[in-house]
């Protein structure tokens, strides 16, 4: 079974700053990887989706970007944090019957 | 545009009532829908799937292609179903991600 490590767990960042998710996936091989973020009322919104090494689907326009430099390896960052980038940031990895596994997430307040 | 609905943000009920959460979906080809659930303090994680056509912790789900509905029941609720549930639909004809609705919070009252 497939295992996501995300880190770091919580992140408390001041604006402008540069931003750096990580997850990684054990378990699986060539895994569709994604990239959510959970708000209170506005349930969990797609922002990125990978289903190879350096394909990334961004899905909204906003001010972050991902990346995928290795099978499963998928990372998430900003060059400058804005307030509105606060929020709950849960990776996720798809292989097979898709069904996705999800990491413990990221906390990550802009101040 | 393709989504998923849930119209419900909270539902709250007494132990051993019957619990319906909603789910509403947009998509013009053929669904296949899930339903996932986040307890607390744990990972979001799968709770059914509408092609298993499988009952878990005493939840089923059916799919209403005419209603484009796919609500998650149970007969007998109980406290330990206090949780985020979450109605999820697998886009193919955008490369077969995954996209969820806003989530219900469910509370079991004693």
């Known amino acids: 079974s497939q295992t996501i490590h995300q880190w770091p767990a919580t992140l408390v960042q001041p604006v402008g700053s540069p931003l750096s998710l990580e997850c990684t996936v054990e378990g699986t091989s060539n895994p569709n990887l994604y990239w959510y973020r959970q708000a209170a009322g506005r349930g969990l919104q797609l922002l990125f989706y990978?289903?190879?090494?350096?394909?990334i689907s961004s899905e909204v326009p906003q001010n972050l970007s991902a990346s995928r430099p290795q099978d499963r390896q998928f990372i998430l960052s900003s060059k400058k944090l804005l307030l509105s980038d606060s929020g709950f940031y849960l990776c996720?990895?798809?292989?097979?019957?898709?069904?996705?596994?999800f990491g413990a997430g990221s906390r990550l307040t802009v101040l | 545009a393709q989504r998923v609905t849930q119209p419900e943000k909270l539902l709250s009920v007494f132990k051993g009532a019957p619990v319906e959460l909603k789910c509403n979906y947009s998509y013009s080809g053929s669904p296949e829908l899930f339903w996932y659930v986040q307890y607390s303090r744990q990972r979001l994680q799968l709770l059914l799937r509408?092609?298993s056509r499988e009952s878990i912790k005493g939840f089923t789900a059916d799919l209403n292609k005419g209603e484009t509905s796919f609500h998650l029941k149970k007969p007998f609720a109980q406290e330990e179903d206090s949780a985020m549930y979450y109605c999820a639909l697998v886009l193919y004809n955008q490369g077969g991600k995954l996209i969820f609705g806003q989530g219900t919070e469910l509370s079991v009252k004693p």
């Open positions: 990978s289903v190879g090494i350096g394909q």
């Open positions: 996720a990895s798809g292989a097979g019957a898709n069904v996705l596994t």
């Open positions: 509408h092609i």
